[in-house]
């Protein structure tokens, strides 16, 4: 799965393999006081093997792998601090974990009470960078959104109100933008100045969202939550910048004014953590209709999620200028997507409404790093092999 020779890592791809939990134990095949293991993580730190038996033996490669005594501090400056750096530079930046419910993601991305998740390091390295450029008298503002897509309807998790999933918290639309293509209307967008207040939104965000207790996890998120930073930095140059993404200091009533040419430029950096994908099957037993529709709605915008990144790989065999070109143009019935579709080039992002959300943090000029998390023993093997089947697309 390693990323093409001329995009050195556009797209990365990394697994992450958690310690054994108490269900582990109440679930597992208990040998020698340990639940048996299938999965074995290579010295290389590129190749994850899974065995059900001596003859299925399957191997994966991948970007890089982290096993169970790998800190958050490790998994970060390996992942998502690429993307972080890129996006302090100029470039959008998207950083994703998927896997099976209660294979670790929401603490892979978010933390707990003992450890903080990529998320807060990433936001650590953000104001790290927006308190250099306020003392050299640049402009550095940070704005924020964090929604949750459940049931394939989208709500706002910066609300007062709590279980946005809950009919009281309305659906919010998603409109198409012929600049700033798919969006979530009424949104709302929160100015955060330092690390504390930017934690204080994510935690609010964190408490809204929707939770059930599954077969495997006794708090499993059911939705997909996608949290976004806003970073409006002045370019102090004198080059002429045309993206749609640039806001001018009389657009943007929290900059204050200058007598002396200038620009900002928006740069995304968005944060994916998928919901926990299980077999129906598996899911269904004991559980209510509600709870079976949410793995079916879970399951059918993860494969779409799939074909397009398949899809976006499949373009990396062509050259850069012609991929640009198609995203540049995602909106537009331009000369590039009349080409690309002649080439059958197409991505699926109006599949599902997730990836009609993430089609700009995917493409574009966007850096791309998706943690799969997986579970160490036997009896997730077939949940195991799904998701690594997943990376490997």
């Known amino acids: 799965i390693s990323s093409a020779a001329s995009d050195v890592y556009k797209r990365q791809v990394c697994v992450r393999l958690r310690p054994l939990i108490p269900e582990d134990y109440k679930l597992g095949n208990v040998v020698r006081s340990s639940p048996e293991r299938c999965v074995h993580l290579s010295l290389d730190g590129q190749t994850v093997k899974i065995s059900k038996d001596a003859y299925d033996v399957k191997l994966y490669r991948v970007d890089n792998t982290f096993d169970e005594a790998a800190s958050q501090t490790e998994v970060y400056e390996s992942s998502y601090k690429k993307i972080v750096i890129d996006a302090l530079n100029g470039f959008n930046g998207t950083g994703m974990v998927y896997g099976q419910t209660g294979s670790g993601k929401s603490h892979t991305i978010f933390g707990s009470h003992s450890e903080p998740g990529l998320v807060q390091l990433a936001i650590n390295d953000v104001f790290k960078d927006v308190r250099l450029r306020i003392a050299k008298d640049l402009v550095a503002n940070v704005f924020l959104s964090f929604y949750q897509l459940y049931l394939e309807q989208a709500y706002d998790l910066l609300t007062t109100t709590t279980n946005c999933g809950k009919p009281e918290c309305p659906a919010l639309s998603i409109r198409e933008d012929s600049t700033k293509g798919a969006f979530v209307e009424n949104l709302q967008y929160v100015y955060v100045d330092d690390e504390k207040t930017t ?6 965000g964190l408490r809204n969202r929707k939770v059930h207790s599954t077969t495997y996890n006794m708090s499993s998120s059911r ?9 409006d930095f002045e370019e102090k140059d004198d080059t002429e910048l045309t993206s749609n993404l640039i806001i001018s200091r009389q657009q943007n009533e929290n900059i204050p004014s200058r007598s ?3 620009s900002v430029r928006r740069r995304v950096l968005t944060f994916v953590d998928l919901a926990g994908s299980e077999r129906v099957q598996t899911h269904h037993q004991a559980k209510s ?7 079916v709605a879970i399951n059918k915008s993860i494969s779409a999620l799939g074909n397009c990144v398949q899809a976006l790989a499949n373009m990396s065999l062509h050259s850069s200028d012609d991929i640009n070109d198609i995203f540049t143009n995602t909106n537009s019935n331009s000369n590039a997507v009349a080409a ?4 059958n080039l197409h991505v699926p ?12 943090p995917l493409g574009g000029n966007s850096k791309t790093c998706i943690i ?5 023993c036997y009896y997730n093997y077939e949940e195991t092999k799904s998701t690594l089947k997943f990376a490997r697309r």
Do not use: W
């Open 289 to 295: 209709k509600t709870q079976f529709k949410e793995s």
């Open 340 to 343: 690309a579709q002649k080439r």
């Open 260 to 262: 002396k040419k200038y």
């Open 199 to 204: 934690m204080d939104v994510l935690k609010l």
């Open 349 to 360: 992002f109006r599949d599902c409404k997730l990836t009609r959300l993430l089609a700009e």
């Open 372 to 376: 799969v998390n997986i579970g160490p």
């Open 223 to 231: 939705s997909h939550a996608i949290f976004q930073m806003y970073l």
